[in-house]
């Protein structure tokens, strides 16, 4: 009890500062009436879009809360809400702090045509939607912890209906994490389809049809993709990543459990309470370690001088965190473990928890790299992209998806290699923990990947608003960092899925040690075979599900805006579009296609555990992490590389073809081809894997209870 009040101390704290920088960037000046107008017309497009989507949101969740209170066990569905309810509040607080954020740094870029000035407001505005990120998912797990008096291994619960028996502390631990994948897959999916519908027709409109500059205000569909920015790469990057940071703690406790109990039953005199209770505390202290490492490094950053080149200063406020969190972590692995009987797979004693945190966190920056090294400007897969645009949007799609496919290998070597390592120091704890080191500062990240749409925002205001040419200078170059920030946010929140679902897996198969039972995934049985190629399908089926509901919607979109520039005086600038209309066409068009692919991953692992029982199950998990993973890293670089390859050539880096010319019009169909990869389909495949093992481990005891075929 004392280490969750210690970590809960450190939330209240992180609370703190975060509200003082929403209240310190509210306080900024917004520019002139105009910027101020269409900023208010994104901000009450955003919350408007927010608060119909939780209308949906919310009646699903009280569904699914009264199925696990009366059936599986009778305080879960209250943890599963308080789980919803805290990945709705950073999208929310998140969303709101970034619509606040992006016209005062226009005006910010306005006031002092200084690019370190400016930068600071976007990254304020990033690090309340970061902080809050690591803060709230803290927060809530911290409550079930303490509400309910921390982990039993051998409490026995039951729902108000079923006798089924189960651990019910574990069971409050797992719903709460489910309760933030559901909130996370329909803002995903329902934020990815609103604004990249939105990008893809104003690109349609803008570039290709009407030949007009990119984020004008005649067409009516970009601000309707302001507003896509906040929805998505805000509102839901901060449910996804809040959804990856709960469930590799979760993972973690639930491996504590059985790493216990498998002891015990082995040996009685060795494993006492203590250890229990260390191997379920580490990951918290871990946790709010990564916190304190955050608050320090933006805080850095918000107090350092800033000058021309601000990439710098935001890659060392990510070094400064994760090195707090390393060293901090070496003291609470000492502190924890060092005076209790340890595992046989404890290899290196009271350090083995650390080392496989740190393999994590090594792991979590070296991806972050190699995925600037394939999407950025600055080096030379995205540059040879661009010289391919002068041979026509052929070569540029065909040479956009083999670097996609090359991206793909460096990242799941280290992945692997990182798992390998953690398991053999630390058993399938230190897999766990190494998940868990990797999203431990993972406040930083979500800040600096949150930088990027406010700053898109800012140069699309300064557009919009005609704004002075020098200001489009700087906000242009903070929108050249924000791509790479990220595409950067977007390997990570990959590589992290991609920890946090094995970790889920490796979970999954103890838990049936919980029960009293042994479950080891045969690979050479039909059942589990069968399960993995129906898991690899359904990844494939879930990414066309996407794509079609994107490019339908872009479609009806693109028709919409030319009804409207079709009017006399929107083209002449004379007479005003209609933007509510759009931004309404676009939240009805992604809220009515986010139903069915946001329920598949819910009732894919609960149908196939009912009817072909727990083999299967793991079978479909392994099946799907196994596409997935490489899958997600193919859309999100190569749609990171066709974006940042358009905008090398608009940055006149390519001699001899500028705006306009066939080379920048064969990389707009490049882009817009990637657009729906890396902000749809790519960050859309984390959560269905992740998702899919949450509803695995919450269902693990009924699947070994009730199935239709043995």
């Not at 990254?123 to 039993?152: E, K, P, T």
């Not at 600096?448 to 919009?464: K, V, W």
């Not at 946010?489 to 042994?518: C, D, H, P, Q």
């Not at 059942?527 to 339908?552: K, Q, R």
Request: charged letters at 15%.
């Amino acid at each position: 009890m004392t280490a969750w009040l210690l970590v809960l101390c450190v939330v209240i704290v992180a609370l703190a500062y975060i509200f003082y920088n929403y209240f310190r960037v509210k306080r900024l000046k917004e520019g002139t009436a105009e910027m101020q107008e269409m900023a208010g017309i994104i901000r009450d497009g955003a919350s408007t879009f927010l608060k119909t989507e939780f209308k949906s949101i919310i009646l699903v969740m009280i569904i699914v809360a009264a199925i696990f209170s009366l059936f599986i066990e009778k305080t879960t569905g209250i943890t599963f809400l308080m789980g919803g309810a805290m990945s709705s509040i950073v999208c929310i607080l998140g969303m709101r702090s970034a619509t606040y954020a992006n016209v005062r740094t226009a005006n910010k870029a306005r006031e002092t045509l200084s690019i370190g000035e400016t930068v600071k407001v976007a990254l304020c505005g990033g690090s309340i939607s970061g902080l809050s990120v690591q803060a709230f998912g803290l927060l809530g797990l911290i409550l079930v912890l303490i509400i309910w008096n921390g982990i039993s291994h051998d409490a026995v619960g039951t729902g108000l209906i079923a006798n089924l028996e189960c651990n019910p502390t574990i069971m409050r631990v797992s719903t709460y994490s489910l309760g933030c994948s559901l909130v996370a897959m329909f803002n995903r999916v329902a934020g990815g389809n609103y604004t990249k519908a939105a990008d893809i027709s104003s690109d349609i409109l803008a570039k290709l049809r009407h030949d007009l500059p990119e984020d004008d205000s005649r067409v009516p569909n970009v601000i309707a993709d302001f507003i896509g920015d906040n929805v998505n790469d805000i509102a839901g990057n901060c449910s996804d990543l809040l959804e990856s940071f709960v469930a590799t703690m979760s993972a973690s406790i639930m491996i504590a459990v059985t790493l216990y109990q498998t002891a015990i039953h082995g040996n009685l005199e060795k494993i006492s309470d203590a250890t229990f209770n260390a191997t379920i505390t580490f990951p918290i202290i871990l946790a709010g370690c990564g916190l304190v490492g955050c608050v320090i490094g933006l805080g850095y950053a918000s107090v350092k001088k800033m000058g021309d080149n601000p990439a710098k200063e935001l890659d060392m406020s990510t070094w400064i965190s994760a090195g707090i969190t390393v060293v901090l972590g070496l003291i609470a692995s000492f502190v924890i473990f060092r005076n209790v009987d340890l595992y046989d797979e404890f290899v290196i004693g009271w350090a083995s928890p650390w080392v496989s945190a740190v393999l994590g966190i090594v792991s979590g920056i070296a991806i972050g790299s190699i995925t600037e090294h394939y999407t950025s400007t600055d080096y030379k897969p995205t540059q040879a992209l661009a010289e391919m645009a002068t041979e026509g949007s052929a070569f540029v799609i065909t040479k956009g998806d083999a670097i996609g496919s090359r991206s793909a290998l460096l990242p799941i070597l280290v992945i692997g290699l990182s798992l390998l390592i953690s398991g053999k120091l630390c058993g399938t704890y230190g897999i766990a923990i190494s998940a868990l080191g990797m999203l431990a500062f993972v406040g930083a990240t979500v800040s600096i990947d949150a930088f990027g749409p406010i700053a898109d925002n800012a140069g699309g205001l300064a557009e919009s608003c005609h704004l002075d040419a020098k200001v489009r200078v700087i906000t242009d170059k903070l929108d050249a960092v924000g791509n790479t920030t990220a595409a950067i946010g977007k390997g990570f929140a990959i590589g992290s899925a991609a920890f946090a679902t094995v970790s889920l897996i490796v979970a999954y198969v103890g838990n049936y040690t919980a029960i009293g039972e042994e479950l080891t995934l045969n690979f050479a049985s039909f059942i589990v075979v069968a399960g993995s190629l129906i898991g690899g399908a359904l990844v494939e089926y879930f990414s066309a599900v996407l794509t079609d509901n994107t490019i339908e919607s872009a479609k009806v979109m693109a028709d919409e805006g030319d009804k409207m520039l079709s009017i006399p005086g929107v083209l002449e600038g004379k007479v005003k579009p209609d933007y509510n209309k759009m931004i309404e066409t676009a939240a009805q068009e992604a809220l009515h296609r986010m139903v069915l692919p946001s329920l598949l991953a819910l009732l894919i692992p609960i149908v196939g555990g009912f009817v072909f029982g727990v083999q299967f199950v793991g079978g479909l998990l392994v099946g799907a992490t196994v596409v997935a993973i490489p899958r997600a890293i193919f859309m999100g670089n190569s749609g990171g590389a066709f974006d940042n390859a358009k905008k090398y050539i608009e940055g006149g880096f390519l001699k001899g073809h500028g705006k306009g010319s066939e080379a920048h019009k064969a990389s707009v169909v490049g882009d817009t081809v990637g657009d729906t990869r890396k902000d749809v389909v790519g960050v859309a495949l984390d959560i269905f894997i992740k998702m899919m093992s949450t509803v695995a481990n919450t269902l693990a005891t009924v699947f070994a209870h009730f199935t239709l075929f043995h």
